[in-house]
């Protein structure tokens, strides 16, 4: 790999859980790379910076079992305004819920994108239980699945690589309900009013 390009796809853009492990990673690249938001006002102006790399990694959360639509958009830009040399192509994807496999079909999805327009695929990076994967003790484990991915992308080996909490699905829904039941609390919320199906 020469220069890496990441593109974070979340549309909670700094604030998001997507930026906290773009930047738990890049220290470990060794490389020449650059950040970019997908907001849908620059999407030309990426497409056009993609062909100075010679590998992109698409940073991003799950939403609705499929890519937020920031991405897609920008899949549709890209598509259309090809690069004559195609970078290889990585994803590190994250998701609520504690089974990473519910990340499969933004990948699938991914993946069929980069066969079809000529994008070679490289590595992955599929991550389950959301934030909490953040909290110590097992802040250890996914940095290493960290440093693996960034080394592989480095060392242009492709790599699929998956982590979760390793706990039972029961104590994760356990855990939480405690963790948005404090939330809600701190933000003058019941839970009645978080079990409500009516949405402001």
């Known amino acids: 790999m020469d220069k890496l390009l990441i593109l974070n796809g979340s549309p909670r853009a700094l604030r998001s859980n997507s930026q906290k492990f773009i930047e738990m990673m890049t220290p470990h690249l060794g490389c020449e790379w650059e950040e970019c938001f997908l907001f849908t006002q620059n999407h030309r102006e990426i497409c056009d910076k993609v062909k100075e790399y010679s590998d992109v990694l698409f940073v991003f959360p799950l939403y609705v079992d499929s890519l937020p639509c920031c ?40 993946q069929f994108f980069c066969k079809k327009y000529g994008f070679p695929f ?45 706990i039972s699905k029961e104590r994760f829904v356990a855990e939480s309900e405690k963790f948005w039941l404090r939330a809600g609390e701190k933000n003058g919320i019941t839970k009645e009013q978080m079990q409500s199906p009516n949405i402001e």
Request: glycine letters at 4%.
């Open 71 to 110: 991405v897609l958009e920008f899949l549709d830009c890209l598509c259309q305004n090809l690069p004559a040399s195609r970078p290889t192509v990585h994803l590190m994807i994250n998701c609520g819920f504690l089974e990473t496999e519910q990340n499969s079909i933004a990948i699938k999805t991914l």
């Open 122 to 166: 490289g590595s992955c990076l599929s991550i389950g239980s959301g934030e909490a994967i953040l909290t110590p003790p097992f802040d250890m484990l996914f940095k290493l699945n960290l440093k693996k991915l960034a080394k592989s992308i480095k060392n242009s080996a492709p790599l699929t690589l998956s982590i979760a909490l390793p």
